[in-house]
């Protein structure tokens, strides 16, 4: 679906470059199997937590692994979490999925032995996927014992938005006045909408 053009609301304010879409069910799930790299927001007491995170996409779960530490003992405590991953080329270039999730430890039992390897061999494709989880705990402790703890995310709900270059902005260009070449796309964005102008603050 077409969400708008430039970013969304700001129809009629100046020249439109970009369409924002937005991408099914199907392909939110084709970027979260390639990207593999996200960041993490969990909460706790009313506080939110975001980390970056490797994870590895299987049958609407999110795998990764861990070591013990603030986000494990908060999604312990709290299993409602969400995961944000993006791939950018360039501004106007760039889609990023949100998912909507719960915890799912994988304890070191029999009964979850099947699904820690599964982890285990999902997550091997990336390469040192291990070493931001344990040398993160080493250098806080270097004599305790590191325990590795796998877990996944269920995706409960997922949504995801791709940008690309209007193409009818493309076929049709527009020479920029001197003001436009010369301020970033935000600041001209701002100061249309006059939260930022010459002289002139936020009201
Ligand atoms: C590209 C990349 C991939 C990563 N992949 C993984 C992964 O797959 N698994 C994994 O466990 N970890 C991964 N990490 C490390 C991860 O982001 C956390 O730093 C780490 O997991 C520790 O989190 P924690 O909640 O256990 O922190 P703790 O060791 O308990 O420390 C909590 C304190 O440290 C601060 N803190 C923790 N992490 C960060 C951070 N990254 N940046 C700034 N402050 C921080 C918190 O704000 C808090 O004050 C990755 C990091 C990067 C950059």
């Known amino acids: 679906m077409l969400l708008d053009r430039h970013w969304g609301g700001l129809r009629g304010y100046g020249r439109c470059v970009m369409l924002i ?3 099914t069910d199907i392909e939110c799930i084709k970027v979260l199997t390639r990207l593999g790299l996200g960041r993490l927001a969990c909460s706790h007491n009313n506080q939110p937590y975001v980390v970056p995170i490797y994870f590895a996409y299987r049958q609407r779960y999110l795998y990764s692994f861990a070591t013990l530490g603030q986000k494990i003992e908060w999604m312990r405590a709290n299993p409602r979490v969400c995961v944000e991953a993006d791939e950018i080329i360039n501004h106007h270039h760039w ?7 719960h915890y799912e ?18 997550l091997q494709h990336r390469a040192m996927w291990w070493e931001p989880a344990y040398v993160v705990t080493a250098h806080l402790d270097a004599t305790a014992e590191l325990i590795p703890i796998y877990y996944r995310i269920h995706i409960d709900h997922v949504t995801g938005r791709r940008a690309m270059p209007d193409p009818v902005e493309a076929v049709e260009p527009v020479e920029p006045t001197t003001t436009q070449k010369s ?8 100061r249309r909408m006059r939260f ?8």
């Open 21 to 23: 879409l937005e991408l």
């Open 196 to 203: 930022v102008g010459p002289g002139r603050s936020s009201h």
């Open 95 to 101: 889609m990023s999925v949100v998912v909507q999730g």
């Open 183 to 190: 301020e970033g796309w935000l600041k001209s964005i701002l």
């Open 105 to 122: 430890e994988l304890p070191d039992t029999p009964e979850w032995k099947a699904q820690r390897i599964l982890a285990h061999e999902l």
